[in-house]
């Protein structure tokens, strides 16, 4: 069964227009884009177009392909103090010469939340989150995989999963073995990927499995979209499967609104949008 994760975040971004159209003033977000990648071009559209369909006043700051961090940084800082923003979020990819830990975005407008100090929540693991409670899904002492460590997903994902009571095996990329023991004795009822490679995760790999979120993306030599999951996977009768396209990637972008009217109007006024 596929998870329609179209409609879950059309959803939220109802709850999130209506809102916004009650209120006085419309959250402010920036976007930094460096350079002209054609990546980053697809995904500021997309959240552009959220931003529109919402209400959100989302302002595209494009600066130059060689621009330096500090020049970067000093940029964002001098927004920060004289503008009325809520958000920033600086785009990736970056160009080689950007160390994206290195970028400075103050905790108070870190609405990405890739900053481990940072007052929101990571944009992917809660739109991961909100998937189980949209689906009705419960956690509780349930045994998940996460595949993928990195800082803006897997760990921060592995933290919200044990808050809500799972046993949680976190396994890197190579961890094959690791993965072998714990899928083919049909010990995991959760997998989540978040690797970003090409069939990475077969329907051997999900024996016994009730959910698979598949937060990978890769494309192959002919600019084709792929997740972590082989095409098998969706054949599958059995088990609840995220989409390749239109999947966790809505969810996403529907967190960084969620974030964005957070900054602006605070946690108790966004209660009820995501649960």
Not at 125 to 143: C, E, R, S
Request: charged share 25%; hydrophobic share 40%; with cysteine.
């Amino acid at each position: 069964m596929i998870i329609d994760c179209k409609s879950i975040a059309q959803d939220i971004k109802n709850k999130i227009k209506n809102i916004i159209a009650e209120a006085d003033y419309a959250p402010v977000l920036y976007i930094y884009q460096v350079g002209n990648n054609p990546a980053s071009d697809a995904y500021i559209r997309g959240k552009l177009r959220d931003c529109e369909e919402v209400g959100i006043e989302a302002e595209l700051i494009k600066l130059p392909e060689n621009i330096t961090e500090d020049e970067l940084n000093n940029k964002i800082l001098e927004d920060y103090n004289w503008e009325d923003v809520d958000g920033i979020i600086v785009q990736l990819p970056l160009p080689k010469h950007i160390n994206p830990q290195n970028i400075y975005i103050p905790d108070a407008v870190d609405v990405d939340g890739f900053n481990t100090t940072s007052q929101f929540q990571p944009c992917t693991p809660l739109g991961v989150m909100k998937i189980f409670d949209a689906i009705d899904y419960d956690l509780d002492g349930k045994n998940v995989l996460v595949c993928g460590q990195s800082d803006i997903v897997g760990r921060p994902l592995v933290d919200m999963l044990i808050k809500r009571h799972c046993n949680v095996i976190s396994v890197n990329s190579t961890g094959n073995a690791l993965r072998y023991y714990t899928l083919h004795d049909g010990l995991v009822d959760v997998v989540v990927s978040a690797v970003g490679e090409r069939d990475f995760i077969s329907p051997l790999d999900l024996f016994n499995a009730d959910v698979c979120i598949d937060v990978g993306i890769n494309y192959d030599e002919n600019g084709k979209q792929h997740g972590d999951c082989a095409d098998a996977v969706y054949d599958m009768k059995d088990i609840k499967v995220t989409p390749r396209i239109g999947g966790v990637g809505l969810m996403t972008r529907a967190m960084l609104l969620y974030n964005v009217c957070v900054a602006r109007y605070g946690a108790e006024k966004m209660e009820g949008v995501i649960g």
